[in-house]
């Protein structure tokens, strides 16, 4: 067992030597779980110390492993439709103006950068099938690249759980994907416009004409920037700007980069983002102290800002005294009456906002509740599951905590830190959050399919099979047209007869 701490010293060079293999800014607040990744690596390999590791990794027999630390440390967050204000204007504005610049050569290209698992470039490919009817004559090249091997492993099969599908319209899921047990299938159309490419953006060389890395009319790298050094950033934009097209566009997240990284292209301002389009010529450098920072505002087309309502929520905290008469109990009954019917009124209003995807405003909805009922464990639920819908899983990892205190027998909060840690790629943690579930909630039918994927991810396929038994026998005491509203509303009757032809 591996007692030894990793010293400053020696702490600084992985950090020097994570950025400058992977471009990835290790920050001091995630020194902690960068340690913990080297020793588990460490133990795994069973090595003396950390600095063995760390020689390894210099080394260049340690390419093999370099993709395992890879898996620990980047971010494998991702799900369809990502920002629906960006996808916005991609569908309005952007593709359709590529489409109709490319409908001579009917020839288009995108690449999704930093695309995980392969929400982000899928999304692309069912948006271009929405907006081109006569697809099948275009030459559509839609790459997908990413550095950890993993991710683009999982994005190949083009199999996800009902979480990915958070911000995706039931007719689009209804269209493209088939329910499979409690999983998504995307339709092999869709699948096939998209090619994945292992590439590390710091190291590789781009443009590429291996990968057809080359010439592209659309780049969208969103949420990789805030995670990069600002030297990998400069290295990148350079490399993003030779690979595109005179006029091709780069989409990133919101916020991610200022004027000066990016001066060789034309900032283009929509409501929803902005977007930089490349202009002719050679690449302009940054200059080293820029006078002045471009940050974009953060659009996003749920922000709607509530009307204030005239009734204001009524404190259920009442001290009685006992020289009141009646004609004031009564008063005070009534305010409770009140203060009971407006929250009720503004939960089925949140519940509502979630139906329709409105996160932001539900948002307020739930501040306003929780504001007058701290202790409220389904406002409580409630953000926990809002944070964890737009990608904010620190804090939906603390609202969850907060929720699980206030009600530790209600399996709900562990639901989504399951979710949460395996989109992080924590499958050690998703299968312990899973376990309580079945602990507080025995006959869930979700939780076991749910843990049996992740055991089939690591290739335990006896306890996938167990785990899909005990979902089976579940299945069979419950009525046929029953829906499972955590598997997407799969029916009883459906779910059963695909886990009968899994487990023949």
Avoid at 457 to 481: C, V
Wanted: charged share 20%; hydrophobic share 35%.
């Amino acid at each position: 067992m591996i007692t030894e701490t990793i010293s400053p010293s020696l702490r600084e060079e992985f950090v020097e030597l994570i950025a400058k293999q992977t471009g990835i800014e290790i920050r001091s607040q995630n020194y902690g779980s960068m340690g913990d990744n080297i020793l588990s690596r460490v133990q795994e390999l069973k090595l003396s110390s950390p600095q063995n590791y760390y020689n390894l990794l210099v080394n260049s027999e340690g390419e093999e492993e370099w993709q395992k630390f890879v898996c620990l440390t980047t971010n494998k967050e991702s799900y369809f439709f990502r920002d629906k204000g960006q996808f916005s204007l991609l569908r309005n504005t952007l593709l359709p103006e590529l489409i109709r610049r490319n409908q001579r050569t009917k020839s288009l290209k995108i690449c999704s950068a930093g695309c995980s698992t392969g929400q982000e470039p899928y999304s692309i490919g069912i948006l271009l099938k929405e907006l081109i009817p006569d697809l099948s004559s275009w030459n559509i090249t839609i790459l997908g690249i990413d550095i950890n091997r993993e991710s683009l492993a999982q994005g190949k099969k083009g199999f996800y759980n009902t979480w990915s599908f958070r911000q995706v319209e039931e007719d689009i899921k209804a269209r493209y994907f088939k329910n499979s047990a409690g999983y998504y299938q995307l339709n092999e159309e869709i699948r096939q416009l998209v090619k994945f490419h292992q590439v590390n953006l710091a190291r590789d060389i781009m443009p590429s004409f291996d990968s057809n890395l080359h010439d592209m009319d659309l780049i969208i790298c969103r949420n990789v920037f805030i995670y990069f050094t600002e030297s990998a950033i400069a290295h990148v934009i350079e490399k993003f700007f030779n690979t595109l097209k005179p006029n091709g566009y780069l989409m990133t997240g919101h916020a991610e980069l200022n004027n000066n990284q990016v001066k060789a292209f034309q900032a283009k301002l929509f409501t929803e983002s902005v977007v930089y389009q490349r202009r002719s010529g050679q690449f302009a450098h940054a200059q080293p102290s820029p006078s002045q920072s471009f940050k974009p505002t953060s659009f996003n087309s749920e922000s709607i800002t509530p009307i204030q309502t005239q009734n204001k929520i009524v404190s259920t905290s009442i001290k009685l005294s006992p020289s009141k008469n009646v004609k004031k109990s009564t008063i005070i009954t009534e305010k409770i009456k009140k203060t009971s019917n407006t929250y009720e009124i503004l939960l089925t209003e949140v519940e509502q906002l979630f139906k329709t995807k409105s996160y932001n405003l539900a948002q307020k909805k739930l501040e306003q509740i929780l504001q007058e009922f701290p202790k409220n464990f389904e406002g409580t639920y409630l953000m926990a599951q809002l944070q964890a819908n737009l990608g904010q899983y620190e804090l939906a990892k603390k609202w969850c905590d907060k929720a699980i205190t206030l009600n530790s027998f209600n399996p709900n909060p562990y639901h989504i830190l399951a979710n949460i840690a395996e989109e992080q790629g924590n499958l050690e943690s998703a299968k312990k959050a899973l376990k309580q579930v079945i602990y507080l909630e025995p006959n869930g039918v979700s939780a076991y399919i749910n843990l049996a994927n992740l055991y089939q991810q690591e290739g335990d396929l006896k306890r996938a099979n167990k785990m899909q038994q005990s979902a089976l026998k579940i299945l069979q005491t419950l009525p046929k047209n029953t829906s499972i509203l955590e598997l997407g509303n799969i029916s009883v009757e459906d779910l059963t007869i695909q886990l009968q032809q899994l487990l023949s």
